[in-house]
């Protein structure tokens, strides 16, 4: 079997040597070069033809973003970020992803040799799902349209209102990886009177708040990271922090977001597992399940478990998948109502709440 080809871009001699050596200590893959900034990258992907490449964010000469944008305009292919876990840090990798970055690795500011070596199976497990993954030439745009630090884009204008929806009604999302623009793609289409959207998405901690921010600059709806015993209301979304498990809880007449420690599901923390499960058992038939890009199989036994307690499921197409494997097994569980490209999950979900508008089912 073919080895998976891969060259680190990285302009710290150490952080190269330590990720060549994890990478060709794996018996498929292998190091084929290890450039220290992008202009030497450029030549050595138009010479040795990689299957993926690695890419610290922060490069001299030539800004990590600005090479990405122009990679994924002229010569699309699976890119890693390697980022550091600063505020900063986090702001260029969810751009990073926006431009098509299949996932990223969070490497610490200080102690990061050893750092790295403790993330070894993280990154080879990476790079390994990164050289299957389908790259859209869509995702390329100018890394300057929306740099860190730039006023956030204006918020979409208003769309037709859904009426008189149910407060009961809940729509749950989980994604892995890929799923960051995923779950853009459909929040950014939601109106803001929406039932509340509970998110899980696979990210470390450190990352998600930023995220939250982006999606809040860019959507109808009110988007932040879940805060524990908080009010889940409608026109807002409420994304799982990095490190920590999500679910949504019943407390008199309401739902509340319920955030907590505990030991990873499905090798995931947060897991769709954990939050699918509490709308099978909290919200059941007002429950909308959506399944969304990502690796493995983490949340497809509780998304069917939705769909036995009532819950209307959409599951992503694999044509729109950055990876199928969440997707594909929550199929396979016998979850899915719908199976949709990316882009008509937005649409077919509005006309699902319109259908049903008046109809839900009460709390008992």
């Known amino acids: 079997m073919a080895k998976i080809k891969v060259v680190v871009v990285d302009d710290s001699a150490l952080v190269r040597s330590i990720l060549t050596e994890i990478i060709n200590r794996q018996t498929d893959m292998e190091c084929i070069g290890a450039a220290a900034d992008p202009l030497v990258a450029r030549e050595m992907i138009r010479n040795l033809n990689p299957d993926v490449i690695t890419l610290d964010v922060e490069m001299p000469k030539m800004d990590g973003l600005d090479f990405l944008s122009r990679l994924m305009r002229l010569r699309p292919m699976p890119v890693v970020m390697v980022s550091t876990l600063t505020e900063r840090g986090a702001e260029v990798t969810m751009k990073a992803l ?22 070894a199976q993280d990154i080879t497990d990476k790079i390994r799902i990164a050289s ?23 918020k979409p204008a208003p ?17 892995s990886t890929g799923g960051t623009e995923a779950t853009k793609d459909v929040l950014i289409n939601l109106p803001a009177d929406c039932p509340a959207v509970v998110i899980t998405q696979h990210m ?16 109808r709806i009110r988007v932040k990271e879940a805060q524990d015993g908080e009010r889940v209301l409608p026109g807002h979304g409420y994304i ?19 955030v907590q420690d ?74 899915a109502d719908e199976v949709l490209p990316l882009s008509q999950i937005a649409p077919r979900l509005l006309e699902r709440l319109r259908s049903t508008a008046g109809f839900s089912t009460n709390r008992v």
């Open 204 to 219: 470390p901690p450190g990352f998600t708040r930023s995220y939250a921010a982006r999606l809040d600059g860019l959507c």
């Open 98 to 119: 926006e431009l098509g970055a299949v996932d990223f690795v969070a490497k610490p500011k200080i102690g990061v040799a050893d750092g790295i070596r403790l993330l």
């Open 262 to 335: 505990g030991e990873p599901v499905n090798r995931h923390k947060p897991s769709v597992e954990v939050l699918f499960n509490s709308a099978a058992r909290v919200v059941g038939p007002n429950a909308l399940g959506i399944m969304l890009t990502g690796m493995g199989a983490d949340g497809a036994k509780a998304m069917k478990a939705m769909k036995d307690a009532g819950a209307y499921n959409l599951v992503q197409d694999e044509a729109s998948c950055v990876v199928f494997g969440m997707p594909r097994e929550a199929i396979n569980a016998g979850a």
């Open 240 to 258: 799982a922090p990095g490190g920590t498990h999500l679910s949504v809880e019943r407390s008199g007449a309401n739902y509340i977001a319920r």
């Open 132 to 154: 299957k993954a389908r790259i859209h030439r869509s995702h390329a745009a100018p890394a300057s349209a929306a740099a860190p630090g730039a006023a956030p884009a204006p």
């Open 159 to 175: 769309m037709a209102s859904l009426g008189r929806l149910s407060t009961e009604k809940i729509i749950f999302i989980g994604a």
